[in-house]
Nanobody
Framework: QVQLVESGGGLVQAGVSLRLSCAAS????????MGWFRQAPGKEREFVATIDWSGDNTYYSDSVKGRFTISRDNAKNTLYLQMSSLKPEDTAVYYC?????????????????WGQGTQVTVSS
């Protein structure tokens, strides 16, 4: 398994940008597909974005496509989520997740390791 620690969340106004980071332990981060998910109060955890081990393939939920960008720096063992044009409906706890076997995936059940989450609150 890999240990994941998210950072970069906070309270922001609608329309601004924010970048989340996810630091991973271990030397095999570069072999993991990674994903970002979020969970708002009273709602199920939902897919946000995913990236394969190389960074060449990315997928986004329709709700964030064109506003969010997922990327990774394998030399730094770090995953990023650049969020732009934030909306109040983006308010949630954001989690990064790692998938040891297989490519990028959109369902949480396919991921093996999870971070503790970072809160993002967008005010109108």
């Amino acid at each position: 398994q890999v240990q994941l620690v998210e950072s970069g969340g906070g309270l922001v106004q609608a329309g601004v940008s924010l970048r989340l980071s996810c630091a991973a332990s271990g030397r095999i981060f570069s072999s993991f597909a990674m994903g970002w998910f979020r969970q708002a109060p009273g709602k199920e955890r939902e897919f946000v974005a995913t990236i394969d081990w190389s960074g060449d393939n990315t997928y986004y939920s329709d709700s964030v496509k064109g506003r969010f960008t997922i990327s990774r720096d394998n030399a730094k063992n770090t995953l990023y989520l650049q969020m732009s044009s934030l909306k109040p409906e983006d308010t949630a706890v954001y989690y990064c997740a790692a998938r040891r076997y297989g490519g990028a995936a959109t369902t949480p059940q396919r991921y093996d390791s999870w971070g503790q989450g970072t809160q993002v609150t967008v005010s109108s």
